[in-house]
């Protein structure tokens, strides 16, 4: 019942921009902190943007100041507008809903990803 669903991925220039999208099913949206997470084959998955359920952002250090998370709980819809983008930085794109409950228990989703690909 819980869905997560990426959208906004594609084939981008050096130098371009790209919005990916992503839409919850199934969960409290508000109370989840949302994440967006990348990986290549063979490389460890990385996370690149955090936002909690209170507004509060984090980055990775190799795309602050170019990557910007926000969030719509109204349409529970999180986003990662990425701008100058590097061929480094083509991989799939997950977006992650994380929260713990009271006496640890964690509750843990994920989208199937979305491709960004950036050329040179």
């Known amino acids: 019942q819980v869905q997560l669903v990426e959208s906004g991925g594609g084939l981008v220039q050096a130098g371009g921009s790209l919005r990916l999208s992503c839409a919850a099913t199934?969960?409290?949206?508000?109370?989840?902190?949302m994440n967006w997470y990348r990986q290549t084959p063979g490389k460890q998955r990385e996370l690149v943007a955090t936002?909690?359920?209170?507004?509060?952002?984090t980055y990775a250090d190799s795309v602050k100041g170019r990557f910007t998370v926000s969030r719509d709980n109204a349409q529970k819809t999180v986003y990662l507008q990425m701008n100058s983008l590097k061929p480094e930085e083509t991989a799939v794109y997950y977006c992650?809903?994380?929260?713990?409950?009271?006496?640890?228990?964690?509750?843990?989703?994920w989208g199937q990803g979305t491709q960004v690909t950036v050329s040179s």
């Open positions: 199934g969960i409290i949206f508000s109370i989840y902190a």
């Open positions: 936002i909690s359920s209170g507004g509060i952002k």
């Open positions: 992650n809903a994380a929260r713990q409950r009271l006496g640890g228990v964690k509750d843990d989703y």
